[in-house]
């Protein structure tokens, strides 16, 4: 459950600012097509940056402390524990039953109101006379209801057959199936169970079925003259009740959508562009957010660590007691290679270090940079630590780098030298 709430808390932080930046960019300048994408776009971003481990976003580089070669992070995860980011938050729906109770019973109670809609959806096909009409299956509604659509499914009363208004309506309806309009609703009907509590939830599958609306009065206008297809709209505008998994022909955004018809189309590629160039500030903050451990406790750790002297005599194994004069290169002709090469030292690092017990159960969680000496017979000394984080996490990486298999030295014109790396290693609790 603990993952699941700090996923939920950091998709519904990046929802809202997505949500800023649609109504400070896009809302008040309508391209349906270009403003549906943006929509649905930012919704899986939104779900999918928190599942993006922050290490993909930063680069360690300790090339300034010291001259030596950079070798690729490795990462110790703990495997019990989680991030802590959002660690109040998190902390405060746990020890209060009644919030996550009640978020799974509303959660539940919405699952099951879309299950019933369906199944009443699904039972009007069923018991309803049905015929193809112009690539759509017609269902015949005996009562007077306002036509719909869902999917290839349009819903209208069989009085409606001989109006000649019903050919604007198919028209219509056939434009939001090839669409897939109902593909949108059904999957914000879905993020109804995780997200019922955002406001950009609303906000959203208000907006997403205008832009399906405008999207298909625009086919239904290149298809048939304006007045008639206008008047249509307006007959149908009060006519019966709206389900909501379902495209209807009278949804209530009748004045929005006589404005979008008026309006002058024609491509704008230099509007576009502005508004894709506005909007890059809010997804360059939203990568910042995921980049960082959210962590107050890490980045003290950090802080002290980064004050630690470069050599500790408690931080210090392998000394080597002969050679300690000889020049230390950064980069030779043939470089140290590890038994195996790099995939092998990566597994040797990645089974050897173990989270330690007191940093899991303190929630400590950083990156320890190790730098090390490869000797000109291959053995590795001098390791010493650059920056730590503490409660163990720096004493078990020194330790493993320490006892690290013999290299196959480098060599400069021939003779073997020793060789400096840097090694960074990050302990993750998620």
Sequence with gaps: MEHFIDWNIRAAIYWLMFALAYGLVLRRHVQPTFNRYYLLFSVFVSMLLPLMPSSWFLVSDFSHTTTAVQLPEIIIRAGQQMSTGNKFVISAVETTPFFSQAFLFVSAFTALMLLLRLSFLFRMILINKRSRLNGMVWVHLK?????????????????????????????????????????DVLFFEILQLLFWYHPAFYIYRSEIKAMHEYEADAVALSQTKKSDYQKALLDFSLGGEILLLTNPFNVSLIKKRMLMMNQKQGTQPARKWLKLITIVPFALLALMIQSCDFSAKEEQEVAVAQEMPAESPKMTENLPAEDTQDDVFPVVEVMPVYPGGKEAMVKYLSENIHYPEAAKTKGTQGRVFVNFVVEKDGSVSNVKLLRGIGDGCDEEAIRVVAGMPAWTPGTQRGEAVRVSYNLPIKFALN
Aim: proline letters at 2%; charged letters at 20%; aromatic letters at 14%.
């Design 143 to 183: 009562e007077n209801k306002a036509p719909f659509s869902f999917f290839h499914w349009v819903f209208a009363c069989e009085t409606l057959q001989h109006d000649n208004r019903f050919t604007q309506i198919i028209t219509h309806e056939k434009a939001h199936a090839n669409r897939m309009h109902s593909l």
